[in-house]
Nanobody, 125 residues
Framework: QVQLVESGGGLVQAGGSLRLSCAASGRTFSSYPMGWFRQAPGKEREFVAG???????RYADSVKGRFTISRDNAKNTLYLQMNSLKPEDTAVYYC???????????????????WGQGTQVTVSS
């Protein structure tokens, strides 16, 4: 059974940093695209960042230059380094993975098959 478990969320002041982790189990995801999404209260879940098996990445315009997605295939773990955080980054952040290996970076919510339970990130002004 595939499980994605996020950690690293919390409360931080504007301008601060957080590093999210997503530990995957039940399957090795080294050949699979993975991604981060977020959902703020009253809003749709939105794409944040995606990465393919070789480290190619894509970011939402709102986080470009501030967030960095990475992966450690040996640990089957996905990361999201978030710097220069803003109050509008406040959301529940979700890790996502796909069922079949692909070479591209995926950014559409419906393209992902597995989801974590989410971790809360709150940025105070």
């Amino acid at each position: 059974q595939v499980q994605l478990v996020e950690s690293g969320g919390g409360l931080v002041q504007a301008g601060g940093s957080l590093r999210l982790s997503c530990a995957a189990s039940g399957r090795t995801f080294s050949s699979y695209p993975m991604g981060w999404f977020r959902q703020a209260p009253g809003k749709e879940r939105e794409f944040v960042a995606g990465i393919n098996w070789s480290g190619g990445s894509r970011y939402a315009d709102s986080v470009k230059g501030r967030f960095t997605i990475s992966r450690d295939n040996a640990k089957n773990t996905l990361y999201l380094q978030m710097n220069s955080l803003k109050p509008e980054d406040t959301a529940v952040y979700y890790c996502a993975a796909v069922r079949t290996p692909r070479t591209v970076v995926l950014f559409r919510r419906y393209e992902y098959d597995y989801w974590g339970q989410g971790t809360q990130v709150t940025v105070s002004s």
